[in-house]
């Protein structure tokens, strides 16, 4: 059974590329029981707030507007064991110096000084925290502290399945997964690793050890996967699923364009006309989500609404990074030093006036924000990417629409709707599919006639006859059975000239249809894997791997493809790497199409093929 065509772009917080770290200036507010400090000018609105609200929670972690933060992330690593296209280049981004990230014991001693001061609830994050060697001992060291309720992780899932017994049994409290698409084609393009398996195996591990309900977040962007909304609340029918709908956010990096953005109303009423039973339950003061849950089903689905409906006014969270700077706002770029200060030999009461002071200059909600609020576009610097622009490089994703895979069906219990034992049944070892398409796979000649001996090997001169049709001249697919399998690599390109405005939009990212170049990279893998079905003689071949590269040329004011295929077998990958990089092109068309028809596909060509019995061929 053909999945539903279902993706999605997990927005991973990144660090920013500039930030601005301060010492912190100290306070005026003692800790409780110790003697004044010398005074240092406090904001009155804190002062007063302090004044009128004398509660058991500490002082230092109650800011200007009452917001008392007992909820402190405390990100492990910086490095992740996935490439997301929209998270990070291919090979990787620079890493700060291990010398400069917090030890385990840095780590440990302020959590424990946080949870002495009323935090109640750490999540770890990264990265990704799993890959952290120590990161069971600790969660078991963290759940040795009195006070803290709560240990989360978020996670990609990659590693989960294998740890999470150990992590359970140290004390997790909860788990939030990261999970990109449902489609496992679709799930290794975008982060460049093979690991579908190993996610949905992550998932049911979570289920299967009784965590309820085990958390799902999705983001959700105009033109990428709004459309996949029905398929993943299908999923609460009968499993305990928590799927978060995560409004569109604009991070640093991350272009901000507000067509992109689908708001939790119009989310909502998607979802109403499908089940308008959907009925909202209770939420907590703090709480970051609106939950809603359909009659009968085991798990719910919930909004957060980061900003259509911003809840700066209830914030109580700290982020601790992983070179140990203090972010009292996941959106502010502000940063204070207690690595430095912590390794410079500062008491605990010193530690706790800086953290004080940070917590103080708090801002009332983020600026973007405030900006919104008022019916302005938030003015967010992004970087430029697209000046020497790799696919690999790309911040944004693009849904795409072919149903490619099949997910194997097993025999699953009768309570659990048909869509969800199809996801969780691809977790299993019997699943028969890789969406890059194994290369030990067997391709099999359509011809039913058995297969000839093997011819010698080496080049054999180009044919001087047609080879697709028979001795009555009619068309005729080409018997391979008799040829060894080798090794065989294409490369084709295409060339398409758009147009000074085409251009200009597309190097900004501005066309209103979505960013073109994705589209036109998934547009140049799905041909690839299409091309026995769009080219009525081809074999089907068992690609092992396609690439699609576009880059942007000012001088001619077009889009350069280049598309590479790779596969074992009897038959070569010309025309898989060609009808990529034409189906590309097209795409490209397609998408600016409606700024000008005055587009040119041109130089559509072979550049390279390697493997077979005729020999290599390098364009010169």
């Excluded at 399998?485 to 990212?509: C, F, I, M």
């Excluded at 493809?561 to 009897?570: I, N, Q, T, W």
Aim: hydrophobic content about 40%; proline content about 6%; overall charge positive.
């Amino acid at each position: 059974m053909a999945a539903q065509p279902v993706s999605r772009m997990l927005r991973r917080v990144l660090r920013s590329s500039v930030r601005s770290c301060s010492s912190g200036a100290l306070v005026t507010q003692p800790h409780p029981g110790e003697p004044s400090q010398p005074a240092v000018e406090v904001p009155s609105g804190r002062r007063r707030f302090l004044r009128e609200h004398a509660a058991p929670f500490s002082a230092f972690l109650t800011d200007s507007f009452g917001r008392r933060h007992s909820y402190l992330r405390i990100s492990l690593t910086e490095k992740c064991n996935l490439r997301c296209q929209y998270c990070m280049p291919e090979e990787g981004v620079p890493l700060t110096p291990k010398a400069d990230l917090l030890t385990t014991e840095e780590i440990l001693t302020l959590a424990r000084l946080f949870v002495k001061e009323g935090v109640d609830k750490i999540r770890l994050t990264g990265g990704e925290p799993l890959i952290r060697p120590d990161v069971v001992d600790i969660v078991a060291q963290l759940h040795q502290l009195e006070g803290l309720r709560t240990i989360g992780i978020t996670t990609n899932g990659i590693n989960l399945a294998r740890l999470l017994p150990q992590l359970q049994e140290a004390g997790l409290s909860t788990i939030n997964i990261s999970l990109d698409t449902l489609v496992p084609a679709k799930f290794e393009f975008i982060v460049r690793r093979k690991g579908f398996r190993k996610v949905m195996e992550g998932i049911h591990k979570a289920i299967e050890l009784g965590y309820s309900p085990v958390k799902v977040n999705c983001v959700v962007m105009r033109g990428l996967n709004e459309d996949e909304l029905l398929d993943f609340v299908a999923l609460t029918e009968g499993l305990p699923l928590d799927v978060r709908f995560i409004e569109y956010m604009p991070f640093d990096g991350n272009k901000w364009n507000f067509k992109k953005m689908v708001s939790y109303k119009e989310m909502l009423d998607t979802l109403r006309q499908q089940w308008p039973e959907l009925e909202k339950l209770p939420e907590e003061e703090s709480s970051t989500a609106k939950a809603f849950k359909i009659p009968g089903f085991r798990g719910r689905v919930s909004f957060i609404t980061s900003m259509s409906e911003h809840f700066c006014g209830t914030c109580n969270r700290l982020r601790i990074t992983a070179d140990g700077n203090l972010k009292v706002c996941l959106f502010g770029n502000s940063e204070v030093s207690l690595r430095d200060h912590l390794r410079a030999g500062a008491s605990e009461e010193e530690l706790l006036r800086i953290i004080g002071a940070a917590v103080g200059r708090k801002k009332r909600q983020h600026a973007e924000l405030f900006l919104m609020c008022q019916g302005s576009p938030p003015a967010v610097p992004s970087i430029s990417f697209r000046d020497s622009l790799h696919v690999q490089g790309l911040r944004h994703r693009v849904s795409f629409s072919s149903q490619m895979v099949t997910l194997w069906k097993g025999g699953w219990p009768p309570q659990i709707p048909l869509l969800a034992q199809r996801w969780l049944a691809s977790a299993l070892p019997q699943r028969h599919h890789s969406s890059h398409l194994d290369s030990d796979a067997n391709p099999k000649c359509l011809s039913p006639e058995p297969r000839a001996p093997a011819t010698p090997s080496g080049p054999l001169p180009t044919s001087d006859q047609l080879t697709h049709v028979d001795r009555e001249g009619q068309a005729a697919m080409v018997d391979v059975g008799g040829k060894p399998d080798t090794e065989r690599v294409a490369v084709a390109s295409a060339v398409v000239l758009l147009g000074p405005v085409a251009y200009k939009l597309v190097q900004e990212n501005q066309l209103k249809k979505g960013d073109a170049l994705v589209v036109a990279q998934l547009a140049g893998v799905q041909a690839a894997k299409l091309t026995s079905q769009l080219i009525p003689l081809c074999h089907h071949v068992a690609l092992s791997h396609v690439q699609v590269q576009l880059e942007l040329d000012s001088t001619r004011h077009a889009v350069l493809v280049r598309a590479s295929c790779r596969a074992r077998g009897p038959t070569g990958v010309e025309m898989e790497a060609l009808t990529s990089a034409a189906v590309a092109a097209l795409a490209l068309y397609d998408m600016c199409k409606a700024v000008s028809r005055d587009i040119v596909l041109a130089e559509i060509k072979l550049v390279s093929k390697t493997g077979g019995q005729r020999g290599d061929f390098h364009r010169t």
